[in-house]
């Protein structure tokens, strides 16, 4: 698989369609590897006539993982984010936008789409805010702008996220149970869940590099990064905002609060989607994708 040196890390990825197409990057969420963006959804963009570029984050898959830094103190954490002081934590989510950009300089891709996921939507964000002539669009998918009061994960779904899974080492089956319970509770209700498809994502991470310490600290970086509606000012993408109208794990609301703060953002509600993104949303989702890539030369970019 192949890799690059970006922001003093290894950023594994994999390409799909002709390299002189425009880029899409897209960007995984907590804890998840690239493989989350599935072959297909990958194929099915890069056949709209784009070079789709998918890639683990720091302390996921085949890229860098930092194991050498201290686990994060959560207690800590809090205490420092409620007295407003700056946490002791590995790095923020403003790193992981680094990051992304330090990828397109490798690959040397002057300006391309960003589409990122959940927390990988947060990192998509920052890189239109704090780059915003490398970014054509942006779109978010259930995602947050982490504005203090938005609506929280129920407190079960929230519980199942964080209680420690079995081992993968000792019990593999055990582990993927886990992982299989926790994929259909954040499924959405109006599709089927698929559980040999998930199985099939599930033990392809195992082969891809688990790491939830690694996690661990991802969970950190966003609540050290705070609100990002303070940069929204700066985002001149023209934004997209997808969001399932089921989702338990990061309410609809937290999606609304970016298209309603992002200055000329649409949003897409999907009845029925949970927090994923089953195989029948792929040309939904796509489709929105493409064409709020379309409004591009609209926005006089």
Known sequence: MPS??????????????????????LVAGLGAQMLRWTDAFCAELAAKGFRVIRFDNRDAGRSTHLSGASAPDFAALAAAVAAGTAPDVPYTLADM?????????????DKAHIVGRSMGGMIAQLVAATSPARVLSLTAIMSSSGAPGLPQAEPEVMAMMMRPGPSPTTDREGYVAHALAFARRIAGPGYPFDADAQREIVLGELAHGLDPAGTGRQVAAIAATGSLRPLFGAILAPTLVIHGADDPL????????????????????????????????????????????????GAGS
Do not use: C, W
């Not at 936008?97 to 891709?109: K, N, Y």
């Open 4 to 25: 690059v040196q970006s922001n003093g890390i290894t950023l594994a990825y994999e390409s799909f369609g002709s390299p002189q197409d425009e880029a899409v990057l």
């Open 250 to 297: 990061v309410p609809i609301a937290a999606g609304e609060d970016i298209a309603t703060h992002v200055a000329g953002a649409r949003f897409l509600k999907i009845d029925g989607m949970g927090h994923d993104l089953p195989a029948p949303l792929n040309a939904q989702v796509i489709e929105a994708i493409v064409d709020n890539a379309g409004r591009v030369a």
């Open 97 to 109: 936008a680094a990051d992304t950009i330090g990828l397109m300089d490798a690959l040397e891709i």
